[in-house]
């Protein structure tokens, strides 16, 4: 069993900033990539920053310049820091991250939080 757990959402004005957390915890073999995604009302989900195993990172345009992703692998867990925050990036941001557990080493799959709202308005 896998759990990934995301905290740092808040309520923020423009030009603030925010950091979020995501801990998996349980039986994990091993992490893969770790990714932020959102989602605001009416609107799909995007994928916001993703960063792999080696530490290459992948942003989306509207968030570059602006937000960090980044890991700890001893606390298998990934941040994003997000600075000068504009009120279309409120959302909800949920974390994934591809897992392989002790129970299957060779088999990954996809794991969620529940999301953490960012709320940016003034």
């Known amino acids: 069993q896998v759990q990934l757990v995301e905290s740092g959402g808040n309520l923020v004005q423009p030009g603030g900033s925010l950091r979020l957390s995501c801990a998996a915890s349980?039986?994990?073999?091993?992490?893969?990539?770790m990714a932020w995604y959102r989602q605001a009302p009416g609107k799909q989900r995007e994928l916001a920053a993703s960063?792999?195993?080696?530490?290459?990172?992948n942003y989306a345009d509207s968030v570059k310049g602006r937000f960090t992703i980044s890991r700890d692998n001893a606390k298998n867990t990934v941040y994003l820091q997000m600075n000068s925050l504009k009120p279309e990036d409120t959302a909800v941001y949920l974390c994934?991250?591809?897992?392989?557990?002790?129970?299957?080493?060779?088999?990954?799959?996809?794991?969620w939080g529940q999301g953490t709202q960012v709320t940016v308005s003034s």
């Open positions: 994934s991250a591809n897992i392989a557990t002790m129970r299957s080493v060779y088999s990954v799959y996809t794991y």
């Open positions: 349980g039986s994990i073999f091993s992490i893969y990539t």
């Open positions: 960063i792999t195993n080696g530490n290459s990172t």
